[in-house]
């Protein structure tokens, strides 16, 4: 209980470094798949509050990573039919699974108010850090659903 609490605050930690160190990213968020439900649940985050807690599979950017299990980069949010609008300030947006024993767990999420704000680099920092996450998860043994806000 302790260890996911502290885990919690990691991952807000690196929400909040990704938002304030990166000049494109202007919101950064964690969702984790319930699979039996076929929904994504928001974890920790960094920026504004957004009302899109419960995403289902398939939904949105977000829900259909969950689906296709590879990264989403969207140049233009409005040239996008299956698109879930946080803000009317974002533009373009990232979405990278995460994954824990090839399982697809759940997703890093950037929103950006500049218009094709991400690139490959990017890409690579967060599978890097997804990783990272990945691992933790494995070794701490984390049950996801503590995790969600
Ligand atoms: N834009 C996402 C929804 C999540 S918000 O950006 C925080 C989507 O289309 O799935």
């Known amino acids: 209980k302790d260890g996911s609490l502290d885990f919690v605050k990691q991952l807000h930690m690196i929400c909040d470094l990704l938002n304030s160190k990166k ?22 985050f960094a920026g504004e509050p957004t009302e899109h807690k419960i995403i289902p599979f398939g939904k949105g950017i977000c829900g259909q990573v969950a689906e296709r ?23 373009s947006e990232i979405v990278v699974p995460l994954f824990v024993n090839g399982n697809n767990v759940g997703q890093i999420d950037i929103d950006s108010h500049t218009r094709n704000a991400f690139e490959a680099e990017d890409e690579k920092l967060l ?23």
């Open 23 to 44: 000049s494109n990213y202007d919101w950064v968020g964690y969702y984790f798949a319930d699979v039996s439900q076929q929904t994504l649940h928001l974890g920790p």
């Open 69 to 91: 299990h590879e990264t989403f980069l969207v140049e233009d949010v409005n040239a996008q039919d299956n698109y879930i609008a946080c803000s009317i300030n974002v533009k």
């Open 127 to 149: 599978n890097q850090i997804n990783r990272l996450v990945a691992d933790k998860i494995l070794t701490d043994k984390v049950d996801l659903k503590t995790l969600w806000v």
